[in-house]
Structures are given as C-alpha cells and as structure tokens.
C-alpha cells in the first residue's frame, strides 16, 4: 500500500489522479483529505491535531496490511507529516517528494523579514528522518522554485547509506509523477525492494 501524503494545494479530487502511477505498479493506494480540504469537515488549529489525524487514518488501514507493504509518500507539504508518520511506524520505506528541511527555512526563503517565531507550525522533516529505520528515497526538481532542491540536499546529509537522493534535471513544484525520470527510478526502487 502506498499511504500519500499529498501537497498544501487542491484535495483528493485532483490529488486522486497520482494514484493510478501507483496501482499500475500492483500496489493499494490511499489519499487523505486534511481537515478543511475536500469535503473534510473542521480546520487545522494546531500541528499537534495534523499529526494526530495522520495518524488515526493510518492506524485505521494498519490492520489490513503487513508492514513490509507499506510504503508512506510524502509530497510537498506532506513530507512533514509523512516523515513523522514513517518515524513512529514500523513500515517498509518512506518516499519523499519536494521536501522541505523543515517548514522555517521555507519561511525564510520565501519571507525573510519575517522573524522564525511567527510559524506556527514547524513541520521538522530533518527531525523525523533522524528516527527513521526504514529506507529513504528522495525525489526534488532542480528546477522547483517553492522549495528548493538545496532543502533535499540538507537532507541528503541524515541519509543511511542505503538511503538514496535523485534530483530530476528541470523538474518544477509540480506534476512530479508525471516525469518519466521519476516514474522510471520509482519502479526501479520498487523492483530493489
């Protein structure tokens, strides 16, 4: 099963079309709506609740698959999310595209005379990879411009040794899953597991 972690723009209903990557390569995958997004009732009021929701809606599938079948994926504004899921789960591999080193240093590329106390919410992928057991693979476009491909490259530096980094030449913030680059080391990775 591929649990997806989807991006901070749109819901289910434009995210749903990834999954048919993924269910061509024989694997279940589940999408989730954060609170407010979709037809997901309520709001975000704290990254404490994000995790907790995350997690309920893991818990929830959990039961119905072997570890060594999960696989959590993470775009976007859901690397966070999907690193601290993978770093208190005992699952097979954690997937990573467009990460950011944590949700800060996005502020401060983006808003640098914004003081860093202002976030709200951290969203420290480096924090969560650091626990992570499992294998990593990280996917960034050298072309992305909402979170720079230098971000996976900090992250490259808590890497395992098994662990692996592949910047696409060209790739923006979008429609990664559609790259051929992408698509050929994702089934690759699959086939080495």
């Known amino acids: 099963m591929i649990f ?4 901070n723009g749109g819901s289910i209903a434009s995210w749903g079309e990834i999954a048919g990557l993924y269910t ?4 279940d ?3 989730l709506d954060y609170r407010g997004y979709g037809k997901s009732t309520g709001s975000i009021t704290s990254e404490k609740q994000l995790h907790e929701d995350v997690q309920f809606v893991f818990d929830e599938l959990k ?3 072997q ?3 999960i696989i959590v994926l993470g775009y976007s504004l859901g690397t966070g999310l999907a690193a601290r899921l993978a770093s208190v789960n005992d699952i097979s591999m954690l997937i990573l595209q467009a990460p950011y080193y944590s949700m800060k240093d996005v502020m ?3 808003y640098p005379i914004i003081p860093p106390f202002i976030l709200r ?3 420290e992928t480096h924090k969560y990879m650091k626990q992570c057991r499992m294998p990593i693979a990280l996917f960034h476009g050298t072309s992305d ?3 720079d491909h230098r971000s996976s490259i900090r992250l490259k530096e808590l890497l395992k040794p098994a662990d692996t980094l592949i910047l696409l030449t060209g790739q923006g913030h979008n429609e990664m899953s559609d790259n051929p680059q992408y698509v050929s080391a994702f089934i690759n990775i699959l086939n080495q597991r």
């Open 67 to 69: 570890h060594q079948q």
């Open 29 to 31: 995958c589940f999408l």
């Open 145 to 147: 411009r909402l979170i």
């Open 63 to 65: 039961p119905r698959y």
């Open 121 to 123: 919410y951290k969203l």
């Open 24 to 27: 061509r390569q024989q694997y």
């Open 108 to 110: 401060k590329d983006h």
């Open 4 to 7: 997806y972690l989807h991006g």
